[in-house]
DNA sequence: AAAGGCTATACATACGTATTCAGCGGTCTA
DNA sequence: TAGACCGCTGAATACGTATGTATAGCCTTT
């Protein structure tokens, strides 16, 4: 591997002293036009690259950013959320843009609040997935803020929340869900997803779908509410409680894909046919499609909130505003709600 | 957020020199152990970490590996490949074991070989995932081996590669699922999955079935194979296509899950029960278990896999040593094998 | 015409680390 | 006992860039 260029070879090309060179790369107006046009030109000649390391060492940053998968601990190997995996792509790219790096981390959520620590060192700013309420993340949050680092957390957005959040209208998407059943005529429509602690999002999404049901007269039923983590397993395991419950519901929203998917397994094994009982759920992960029958859901546009991620972070680094953003989300109808 | 402590802290800290701070954080063995016990100890107190920035420019590399993604196109952004996705963990612990990082980029596969030569500077090595032989790929590989970049691949390990690649063993992960459904009582199996150009490892898992097929009598059917991208539509394609030629089956082995997943669907649209006709899939993505019925598969093992990367090409930049690796693959017996 | 202001560039230096070389005390050998 | 040698440490320096400060040239102003 030749000898990369340095910024002295790029001005001696160019006729010029190496700060010329830097400045003129850099966009520094104090440069004519002249000659940063002979810099441009030296530069591509000989491929020149701005060495990262120097520029990261003298300018006393890294221009990366990490971004902080947390994980629930599974028996083999951690599973990452389905849409997490989906903003990585549109992540990079966006860093790209900004001419910024992406470092990954995953961590465990028992593990403890160092690793955030070091990683607030090593970044100029951080990302935070997957960070519900689950376990004290409060203290370390508290932890981030006294560190000056700069960081976005995706999820819910509301209330007590801490530091710089972006997150999808999840309440608008548990409204557009229910309203849809609704207008399928259902009207006893179950809630599969867990309530108060764990995942802040769930809580959103209720809201929206009581808030459907009054719109249209019906006064939300407790019996027809089961707990339920983000799983296959709890989605079965809820529709097996609801069953046993005796109420009866001709249609079902989960706050997450994979525990409608798990319902929709379980009501298949009992001999009740899905578009019959209308089932939807949110996320829109890649299985989402691939169910049978394809599972209606609200969609969370990746792109955009992988987007909107990193334009918040870059800005609360760079200018110093923290604007928290809400994305919409869109309703897609596939055969599972008939 | 407060200065960080450089060498110099922590040299006067423990009353040696910054050099001697060095020596000893490396492991250098000219370091006496009661010196380095002194240096460590000041070290953990101001929780003092190493700059990356100033110690890549001082050694002339970056301790970053590159993870090259190659998606491709599809209409609506790029859809990776949910294996090379679960990779990501596992390789990011194993590089962190390491003391690297890891970056990753995302690629269209139309794009110009540029990016590869930028990443092959900015980072001491490369890893090229869903590199085919998609293209014109054998350029872009001379390229790289020309400028005396590390790389590995991960693919079909064969013939004429270039350069060095980890894989699994898909062809004996085709016998071993041939195998299974013949055990099973079934003797009319398709195949379904693109043969030819497009995707080494299929030809792999397809030389695994004929294997198992001769080595149980059969002699296998050119009726019975069916071209197939990893994609659903084309599962289903192939599915129609095959009952168009009126060739009777019994079972169906898709040399991809995705692909699997959508002739079951086709499958079931046309009436005929899935553990009737025993569908085998390969890859075990994510939605193979959600699928309905849960679908029989040839495991990769992500952990091992991502580990086997990282480790070939680090033994490449720091050993120079380049091996292929071939990894174990092993069933996954669900309810769409009866 | 001399002083002052402005523009475009060069000079010098600092960022934090790793490494080469030199030095210092002590032990071993002849 | 002198010289060679070894084990450990410190001084000096280089990596490539970005930036504060100085300087040279030119134009304006009175």
Known sequence: MQRRPTSFDIAALAGVSQPTVSRALSGNPAVSEATRARVLAAAQELHYKVNKNASGLRRQQSRTLAVLF?????????????????????????????????LISFQQLSSDWHVDYEDSRKADGIILLGYGDYLDYRPRLEKLIELGAHFVRWGSGGDGQLGTTVSCDNEQGGFDATTHLLQQGRRKIAFIGTIGAGYPEFNERWRGYCRALRAAGIVPDDQLRIDAAPSEADGRAALDS??????????????????????????????????????????????????????????????????????????????????????PVRLTVRDSSG
Chains 1, 2 share one sequence.
Not at 80 to 100: K, W
Not at 249 to 258: G, L, M, P, T
Not at 297 to 316: H, K, M, N
């Open 70 to 102: 947390f994980d629930e601990q599974s028996p083999e190997g951690a599973v990452i959320n389905p849409f997490y995996l989906s903003l990585l792509g549109p992540m990079v790219r966006r860093c790209a843009d900004y001419g910024y790096d992406l």
């Open 242 to 327: 609801l069953l046993e419950r005796g109420a009866g519901f001709d249609a079902i929203f989960a706050a997450s894909d994979v525990a409608a998917i798990g319902a929709m397994h379980a009501l298949q094994q009992v001999g009740r046919s899905v578009p019959d009982i209308a089932v939807v759920g949110f996320d829109d992960i890649p299985a989402a499609s691939l169910s049978s029958p394809p599972l209606t859901t609200v969609t969370q546009d990746a792109r955009a909130a992988a987007e909107a991620l990193i334009d918040t972070l870059i800005a609360a680094i760079e200018v110093g505003e923290c604007v928290d953003r809400v994305l």
